[in-house]
């Protein structure tokens, strides 16, 4: 081995030095690699606290945001009774149909229900008394039932169906429960809305 470092022109002492000193880099560079991987840690800590706690406040709005959908769409909910499926309301007049828009509109504006529909249960409102204020403009006395077919009531009866469905969606009431069966079975129709 003398002969190899001689031969190099190298001395023991110096190659002590050179070993020392590539001990020291290797250490130093272990250092830096700890204090980069300690940072990192450290800032993926920190994401995951800010993660979760944004997380957190959004389930709560969400929470907050049903409990007065909740509220709000079981008082609208009965209003709109007046022109449901079964049993078909042949006494209703034009008149009540004027009186529904008027308490439609109260809901929306009085009671603030238009704050918290969705966009889709805003529009299916739109919709509901644009159809109340079209036919309110008719003979208040007249029914709006008409034999044979009743146009107008299947008309209305329609509109106000499709602003119940939309209530139902906003709070997801009409989700069908997981299945058993699993993933699978649950998709094959369980968890469409069904028309209110």
């Known amino acids: 081995m003398t002969g190899i470092l001689q031969a190099a022109g190298l001395s023991g002492v110096t190659l002590l030095v050179v070993a020392a000193v590539g001990w020291l880099a290797v250490r130093g560079t272990d250092a830096l690699v700890q204090r980069a991987v300690s940072a990192q840690q450290s800032e993926l800590r920190q994401a995951e606290a800010r993660w979760t706690s944004a997380l957190g ?3 709560d709005l969400e929470l907050d945001l049903r409990q007065k959908r909740d509220a709000l769409y079981r008082s609208l909910w009965p209003k709109t009774q007046v022109l449901s499926l079964t049993p078909i309301n042949k006494e209703l007049t034009y008149a009540d149909v004027s009186q529904l828009s008027i308490t439609l509109k109260d809901w929306y504006f009085t009671e603030c229900g238009g704050l918290y529909l969705s966009v889709r249960a805003q529009r299916a409102y739109r919709e509901a008394q644009e159809a ?11 029914h709006v039932w008409r034999e044979p077919r009743g146009d107008d009531y299947e008309r209305l009866r329609l509109a106000l169906s499709s602003l119940r469905t939309a209530l139902t969606e906003d709070l997801q009431s009409r989700i069908a429960a997981p299945s058993l069966e699993g993933p699978a079975a649950d998709s094959r129709g369980g968890s469409q809305s069904q028309p209110g």
């Open 132 to 142: 109340l204020t079209e036919a309110a403009g008719k003979d208040a006395g007249e």
């Open 57 to 59: 406040s959004r389930a």
